[in-house]
């Protein structure tokens, strides 16, 4: 349907440094500390001004730090 297509052409999209930080919620220099660090999520390196993040690879590193909480 419609829907499939709109979160494959979602999924498939490629977000500037600014556009993934606000993905999560953070400030663009915490996403570029995190990559510096080697701890944040995937980016692809265009050219050494061109960062691009896969909106895939955002859900999918979110989705590896998820914590389930016990049930008491």
């Given at each position: 349907g419609s829907n499939e297509t709109i979160e494959t052409e979602l999924e498939d999209r490629l977000l500037t440094r600014p556009e993934a930080a606000r993905f999560y919620g953070w400030k663009t220099q915490t996403l570029a500390n995190r990559a510096?660090?080697?701890?944040?999520?995937?980016?692809?390196?265009?050219?050494?001004?061109?960062?691009?993040?896969?909106v895939k690879d955002l859900v999918a590193w979110a989705q590896?730090?998820?914590?389930?909480?016990e049930a008491e």
């Open positions: 510096w660090k080697n701890q944040g999520p995937p980016y692809i390196r265009i050219s050494s001004r061109c960062i691009r993040y896969s590896a730090h998820k914590v389930q909480p």
